[in-house]
Nanobody
Framework: QVQLVESRGGLVQAGGSLRLSCAAS????????MGWFRQAPGKERDFVAH????????SYADSVKGRFTIARDNAKNTMYLQMNSLKPEDTAVYYC????????????????WGQGTQVTVSS
């Protein structure tokens, strides 16, 4: 059983940057592919990015490509999401997730979820 805890998000102005982290415990972190998802008010939870076991392969939603970077440090059992050039439409609750299976952009393929952290981007 893996427990995931996201760092506190925050309020940032458009064009600014923010880094989220996701600390994992209770399992062998390196055995899990990890992902970031987000959910805006009244909308479905959407894929943001995922990363392979080793961190060597990543994938991004088109809406964040070139602005967001996903990374992981298996020695620290932690995953990160560096968010640059933030836009008001990036405002959402951000969730980290873990899966022991193949890399996926579907929420249904992830077994473990963090509690979510609010990111608000003001215009």
């Amino acid at each position: 059983q893996v427990q995931l805890v996201e760092s506190r998000g925050g309020l940032v102005q458009a064009g600014g940057s923010l880094r989220l982290s996701c600390a994992a415990s209770g399992g062998t972190f390196g055995n899990y592919r990890m992902g970031w998802f987000r959910q805006a008010p009244g909308k479905e939870r959407d894929f943001v990015a995922h990363i392979s076991w080793s961190g060597g392969r990543t994938s991004y939603a088109d809406s964040v490509k070139g602005r967001f970077t996903i990374a992981r440090d298996n020695a620290k059992n932690t995953m990160y999401l560096q968010m640059n050039s933030l836009k008001p439409e990036d405002t959402a609750v951000y969730y980290c997730a873990a899966t022991p299976r193949g890399a996926s952009s579907s929420i249904y393929d992830y077994d473990y979820w963090g509690q979510g952290t609010q990111v608000t981007v003001s215009s």
